[in-house]
């Protein structure tokens, strides 16, 4: 199947055993034309899956993975304020990690790529899961942990098991560039190829759509962004 669809990943195991716990993660997919050469996990902390993070899983299908997002809240109500991490992510994670892998593509051949505080979990997920690689975007708890049993990232920096990418703005106040350059130093200590990318600007989302104009320079940012990690994952999933 190509093009856009949208399915379900069975979860490993059901909540606390509810008659009304989930059992499914609702999942959106973008297949490419052809044979896919693996799978990208996206993980994102919006409600609503936006046109430019659409556009965002296109552009992985169209250089051959099959890309796919699992709704991290499908447990909450249509109005909870409640911010999805720890157990419950990871557990999402997992079931459309398993969905991916029914569907023929090696583990090793998966990648998982995360925004804010999934861009966390996304370099989490690298200490603890056997995937391929990871790109992390604007991701927050560098020094400080976001929560009770989320270690912070210059401590679990270390532990990391698949390649990593972070992409970071400059001016964010959530990841201050002097916490970004500990993270480097810290990466220093990881066993497998890491890299750090800072852009100018209060936050750098390489979810948002790039500046596709006539004056638009080469080193627009969200592009450079976007060729950083197309490049990312070509060179570690194989």
């Not at 190509?2 to 399915?7: A, R």
């Not at 069975?10 to 993660?25: I, N, Q, S, T, Y």
């Not at 593509?105 to 505080?117: A, I, K, M, R, T």
Request: glycine share 8%; charged share 25%; hydrophobic share 45%.
């Amino acid at each position: 199947m190509s093009g856009i669809f949208t399915d379900g990943a069975v979860l490993r195991v059901v909540g606390e055993h509810r008659d009304d716990a989930p059992e499914r993660v609702p999942l959106t997919a973008i297949a490419p034309d052809g044979p896919a050469r693996g799978g990208i996990v996206v993980l994102h902390e919006s409600r609503e899956l936006s046109a430019a993070l659409v556009d965002l899983m296109r552009m992985l299908a169209a250089e051959g993975w099959l890309a796919v997002t699992p709704d991290l809240f499908h447990r909450e109500s249509a109005h909870s304020d409640v911010e999805v991490f720890g157990d419950a992510l990871f557990a999402d994670f997992d079931a459309t990690f398993d969905w991916l892998v029914a569907r023929g593509v090696y583990p090793d051949c998966v990648g998982v790529l995360g925004f804010d505080d999934a861009g966390t979990a996304a370099l989490l997920v690298a200490t603890t899961r056997p995937i391929g690689a990871a790109v992390s975007v604007a991701a927050r708890g560098i020094v400080a942990r976001l929560g009770a049993g989320v270690p912070a990232l210059v401590d679990a920096a270390q532990d990391l098991q698949a390649p990593w990418l972070g992409l970071y703005g400059e001016d964010d106040p959530h990841t201050p560039p002097a916490e970004v350059e500990r993270l480097r130093d810290a990466l220093a200590r990881a066993p497998v190829a890491t890299d750090i990318v800072r852009y100018p600007g209060l936050e750098h989302r390489a979810d948002e759509p790039p500046r596709l104009t006539a004056d638009v320079e080469e080193g627009d940012p969200i592009l450079d962004a976007h060729r950083r990690i197309l490049g990312w994952f070509d060179s570690n999933l194989r």
